[in-house]
């Protein structure tokens, strides 16, 4: 899903819905600044991908629909470091909570975060499966707001 499909999508739900995006049950950190992201990932040693890093800088970690974005921020309540290590070298990032215990993830190869979302379920041990989400854009367009895709 392009940026200016997401934009769009967004400026829908808060024409129809703006709840969704912004209500007093949903809880949030402040969206990111540029130069705090950039510091996160030095230290994480990995750059996240564009559309997670976009989502950070919009809208913040926390509740978003029905689903929970994670924080690369070991201090936020939201953080994917919960319970390990801050910065430990991982072969994959989770990025969404889904409520019930399992997490959509990034996958980190060289540095880098994949664009791809994969899958860790509980019930497998947290290993990882290929998702049907190309990116982090149409993950949260499917599993926070229920757009078909």
Not at 50 to 56: A, D, F, K, Q
Not at 58 to 77: C, E, K, Q, W, Y
Not at 114 to 128: K, N, P, Q, T
Request: with cysteine; hydrophobic share 35%; net charge negative.
């Amino acid at each position: 899903m392009s940026q200016d499909e997401f934009d769009d999508l967004i400026a829908e739900i808060k024409e129809e819905d703006p709840e969704q995006l912004d209500s007093e049950f949903l809880v949030r950190d402040k969206p990111f600044k540029e130069d705090k992201l950039t510091k996160l990932e030095k230290q994480a040693g990995f750059t996240l991908s564009e559309e997670y890093r976009n989502h950070l800088k919009r809208f913040g970690a926390g509740d978003i629909g029905t689903i929970t974005v994670l924080s690369p921020d070991p201090h936020s309540d939201f953080s994917l470091w919960k319970g390990e290590e801050p910065f430990e070298k991982r072969s994959w990032i989770p990025v969404v909570d889904d409520g019930k215990n399992n997490y959509y993830a990034l996958v980190v190869e060289g540095g880098v975060c994949s664009r791809e979302i994969w899958f860790a379920d509980h019930e497998l041990g947290y290993e990882l499966s290929s998702s049907t989400y190309n990116d982090f854009y149409e993950l949260i367009a499917s599993e926070a707001f229920g757009v078909e895709l």
